[in-house]
């Protein structure tokens, strides 16, 4: 079955940084890979969706890259402020079923002042 | 719009009690889904409906769990009996067309503990 692998250790930045998460996957690659944020005691938000036949896609200070053959995404905040502190969870749809989406454990960002 | 809409925030029971959770999607979505979220396993996806019908249900855990989308506007998740394995943060999305790269809007969440 598909596996998706986050870090799950907390990623500890300074302000002013540029954060990088990784999402990695095994077996196939998926037709849509997303990014969420989820803040405590809330759902998962989401933030950037990017197709298999894209490299790259921007949104303000948010950037997603996906290399399909290192079966890759990461995930880049640059400018790196304490409210960008939160989860952030990849997740996976394959293009053999409509809408169900594989969300990964999600990797905790702290970004210290 | 409110958003998805979901109750009880916080539910504590015992072992063997039923537990139901409310779900209200946001208006004119045509898809929606529960979702389950431990700190091992992440989310994991229950059971989705399209229209008010069950699409699939692979993910329901067992008998014990069963979901109703009465209409349009509410469904239900009900565990019945409940065990402490149970205890997760329970979570509804929605979502409005049918194409893959459409955004799954979540609620905030059910917090489950089973003594």
């Known amino acids: 079955s598909q596996k998706i692998e986050q870090n799950s250790e907390a990623l500890n930045i300074q302000e002013g940084k540029t954060a990088t998460l990784t999402c990695n996957y095994t077996?196939?690659?998926?037709?849509?890979l997303q990014w969420y944020r989820q803040d405590p005691g809330r759902g998962p938000v989401f933030l950037l969706l990017?197709?298999?036949?894209?490299k790259e896609k921007r949104k303000e200070r948010l950037k997603v890259t996906f290399d399909t053959t290192l079966k890759q995404s990461l995930f880049h905040i640059t400018a790196s402020q304490p409210a960008d502190s939160a989860t952030y969870i990849c997740?996976?749809?394959?293009?053999?079923?409509?809408?169900?989406?594989?969300f990964g454990t999600g990797t905790k960002l702290q970004v210290i002042p | 719009d409110a958003g998805v809409i979901q109750s009880p925030r916080h539910e504590v029971t015992e072992m063997g009690q039923e537990v139901t959770l409310r779900c209200k999607p946001i208006?004119?979505?045509?898809?929606l889904f529960w979702y389950r979220q431990t700190m091992m396993r992440g989310l994991e996806l229950l059971i989705y409906?399209?229209?008010?019908?069950?699409?699939?249900d692979s993910g329901m855990p067992e008998d014990r769990f069963s979901a109703k989308m009465p209409n349009a506007s509410f469904s239900t998740l009900k565990i019945q009996p409940s065990e402490p394995r149970d205890s997760a943060v329970y979570f509804c999305?929605?979502?409005?067309?049918?194409?893959?790269?459409?955004?799954?809007?979540f609620g905030p969440g059910t917090r489950l503990t089973v003594l």
């Open positions: 999305a929605s979502s409005r067309l049918a194409r893959k790269s459409d955004t799954q809007y």
């Open positions: 077996n196939y690659s998926p037709a849509y």
């Open positions: 990017i197709r298999e036949n894209e």
């Open positions: 997740a996976l749809t394959y293009s053999g079923g409509y809408q169900k989406v594989t």
């Open positions: 208006s004119g979505h045509d898809y």
């Open positions: 409906f399209n229209n008010n019908v069950p699409i699939d």
